[in-house]
């Protein structure tokens, strides 16, 4: 087996997908996640698309969320951390992209709590990464605070919408969720530094993010508590 031509490569992140158009039969792009989707484009055309699209529903990340057999109509989902998601039909031929309806329509703008992208050293230097969810018109301090990391452990958070984090941060909570070593998508090193530390480093990335945000003064110390599913 010889390997072809490198197409595209990140030097941070791991390839989420691919995307093809049935149609013309073609690699258009490469996807990948950072704090949201990105895409590298392979085809000009799929780029200039894609990007009125953005261009046209402004705040959000535009995901694919399926297209029809002969691709003349795409089914989109917008969303971002804290932005519900909202579905959109694009009839290609026309040009036309046709708002169809809100995933969560009792939840408006208004309500949903910002997400901030943090990073703090663990106890030996590891540089580990999270998002903060803060509820909506709280002083960001001695909040009590829900620990939420992701399951798995090989899975990882990014800046989407997140039902749990709203529900909590609506109710009052500061809601912290990192990456922990062991977390899929940043890369293989960050992978592997997970292999065999689930109850070791990978413990201590999430007890040392207690500590960093309650040394930030965000987070109540007396009242802390963890939860989550899976790992």
Not at 135 to 155: A, D, F, I
Not at 174 to 188: K, P
């Amino acid at each position: 087996c010889k390997m072809g031509k490198l197409l595209f490569a990140h030097d941070q992140y791991d390839v989420a997908g691919l995307r093809f158009d049935r149609g013309r039969r073609i690699l258009e792009g490469v996807r990948w996640i950072g704090d949201t989707q990105e895409i590298h484009f392979l085809d000009k055309a799929a780029a200039q698309e894609h990007a009125a699209l953005q261009q046209a529903v402004g705040k959000g990340t535009l995901w694919l969320a399926d297209e029809s057999r002969d691709t003349s109509k795409k089914l989109y989902m917008l969303e971002s951390g804290d932005l519900a998601p909202r579905y959109f039909l694009y009839h290609r031929k026309e040009r036309r992209l046709e708002p169809l309806y809100l995933l969560l329509p009792q939840i408006t703008n208004a309500a949903t709590a910002s997400v901030k992208k943090i990073s703090y050293a663990a106890r030996d230097g590891y540089e580990v990464s999270g998002y903060l969810t803060l509820p909506v018109g709280r002083n960001p301090k001695n909040l009590p605070t829900v620990v939420y990391p992701h399951g798995g452990p090989w899975s990882r958070d990014f800046d989407t919408f997140d039902r749990m984090a709203q529900f909590l941060a609506n109710a009052g909570f500061a809601v912290f969720q990192m990456n922990f070593r062991g977390s899929t998508g940043l890369g293989s090193a960050h992978a592997t530094s997970g292999y065999r530390q689930l109850g070791e480093r990978i413990q201590n990335d999430i007890t040392d993010g207690v500590k960093w945000i309650t040394q930030q003064g965000i987070a109540d110390p007396n009242r802390i508590a963890i939860y989550g599913a899976s790992h």
